[in-house]
């Protein structure tokens, strides 16, 4: 009887978690439209900090990954296809890989990395601070000014990284491509031009901005989460990595079902 | 003198189950200076929560510029809060914020005022306060003293009518003590709008502020003392 006790209260836990989550959502979509004139010069301000550092930040990086996997999936393609007589597929190779699912997955596993525990311990410190509390008590909605612009900040920088990340993984397999001679520069960009059309540039923006929104949410509503001791900064940080990857990943793995099977 | 605050019949039973407060009624008025004693645990905490609108009362009523908090909506709450310095919780600086960005908070989020001027307010307002250090650092390795005066100058940014200030002198030497309620009266001025209330667990600190009203927490009540 314990056990199943121990596994409702957990589900339930979950569920009233996830609907947190969405609750999140909800209200940095909604924010910007209903409260338009009411704070918006500091919302702003925070928006563009969250996109400066989650964003801009991680080009360096980003651009590192995205090059050798480019590389990589170019190098493993042209190790077999030449063999069956399709060098001129590793294009729509790499296109498949790295714009299908590479792109957005990598983009958002380095923003879980860099900046959602940057956002869940900055706001479980300032929950515990009582930080928060003091935003209130100047007339300022915490959730508007601190949680919204991280939201929203996340999900643009996302949605940038994986374009970015995609166009330099296609640099970097079409630099393995060209300089290795076995397939020319024409036959490498004709095959990726090929493999790009509409549904998997408009799945990369659904990908993207999506992982964004619920990457900004899961790890707010973690930090938030944090109450009594700063013992628990590093709880609930470690729980919104967790959370956020399983997000991701069950998301993919949802989307690329509906348009791809 | 127009009332600003006023407690009609407030209990709250306390977690222990012992009644914090019962039936408690109090009325303050613009241009006064009030001054509310009462040992730490006393719920004077939570009579300030109240009047901030952060908390309510198990039962009771709880006016704060003539309207009942418990019935006003989040915005119009935090509209009420912008006529008030709230200086409780420990007067919290916002850790990501530069001192000066702490203090010109308020007048970029609830007043349309330029940038620039924001800052130039803020700037004066801590000059005033007699804030010396450099407000473009990061408040949290300054002193409790240093926090205090930017917290001052960040509630009085948007001129309030009402200012509460919760244990200010906590921690604080004499001088100290004396330069930051010196702040707090020179606001008030003695205007008859403006409303001061200061709570220490030290009757002491009372003569810091020459209040015209001495309060304390006695029992389940508010007694005036004299």
Redesign the interface.
């Known amino acids: 009887m314990e056990i199943f006790r121990h596994i409702g209260a957990l589900a339930l836990g979950r569920v009233h978690d996830a609907a947190g989550v969405w609750r999140i959502i909800g209200g940095a979509v909604a924010s910007p439209l209903v409260k338009f004139r009411?704070?918006r010069?500091?919302f702003w301000?925070v928006l563009l900090r969250q996109v400066y550092f989650t964003g801009l930040e991680a080009v360096p990086i980003i651009s590192w990954i995205a090059l050798i996997l480019g590389f990589i999936v170019v190098a493993q393609a042209l190790s077999i296809l030449p063999k069956l007589g399709g060098a001129s597929l590793v294009g729509e190779i790499l296109v498949w890989v790295v714009v299908r699912e590479a792109g957005p997955v990598f983009a958002a596993v380095i923003v879980i990395a860099r900046s959602g525990t940057a956002i869940a311990a900055?706001l479980g410190?300032?929950k515990i601070?009582?930080?928060l509390?003091?935003?209130?008590?100047?007339?300022?909605?915490p959730v508007y000014?601190l949680v919204v612009p991280r939201v929203l900040g996340t999900a643009v920088s996302v949605f940038v990284l994986t374009f970015y990340f995609e166009a330099v993984s296609i640099l970097g397999g079409f630099l393995l491509a060209g300089f290795g001679g076995s397939v020319t520069f024409y036959a490498y960009s004709s095959s990726i031009l090929d493999a790009m059309g509409l549904v998997e540039a408009s799945v990369s923006i659904l990908k993207s901005v999506l992982f964004g929104l619920i990457i900004g949410a899961v790890c707010s509503y973690q930090g938030l989460q944090a109450e009594r001791s700063i013992t628990q900064i590093p709880q609930k940080t470690t729980r919104a990595v967790i959370r956020s990857l399983t997000s991701v990943f069950f998301l993919d793995a949802v989307i690329t079902s509906i348009f791809y099977m | 003198m127009s009332t600003l605050i006023e407690l009609r019949d407030v209990s709250e039973r306390g977690e222990d189950g012992r009644m914090v407060f019962d039936g408690v009624s109090l009325e303050l008025r613009g241009g006064e200076r009030v001054f509310l004693t009462a040992p730490p645990g006393s719920g004077k905490g939570l009579l300030l929560r109240w009047m901030?609108g952060?908390s309510m009362p198990e039962k009771g009523t709880v006016c704060v510029f003539g309207k009942d908090t418990a019935r006003l909506s989040?915005g119009v709450?935090?509209?009420?809060?912008?006529r008030m310095g709230?200086l409780?919780?420990?007067n919290?600086?916002?850790?990501?914020l530069k001192v000066i960005e702490n203090c010109a908070?308020?007048l970029?989020?609830?007043t349309e005022m330029p940038?620039k001027e924001a800052m130039e307010k803020a700037g004066g307002l801590l000059s005033r306060s007699g804030f010396t250090g450099d407000p473009w650092e990061l408040p949290g390795p300054l002193p409790m003293y240093v926090k205090k005066q930017v917290a001052i100058a960040?509630a009085l940014a948007l001129d309030p009518e009402v200012v509460i200030c919760e244990n200010m002198g906590e921690g604080l030497t004499e001088a100290d003590k004396e330069h930051l309620f010196g702040l707090l009266l020179g606001w008030h001025g003695g205007a008859p709008s403006r409303l001061l209330l200061a709570t220490s667990a030290e009757a002491a600190d009372a003569a810091l502020i020459n209040p015209g009203r001495r309060l304390r927490i006695a029992g389940a009540g508010i007694a005036e003392a004299h």
């Open positions: 009411k704070g010069r500091v301000d900055e410190s300032m601070n009582n930080e509390t003091a935003l209130e008590l100047m007339g300022i909605d000014y | 901030a952060i989040a709450l935090n509209a009420m809060r912008c709230l409780v919780l420990n919290v600086l916002i850790s990501n908070l308020p970029l989020y609830h940038y960040r």
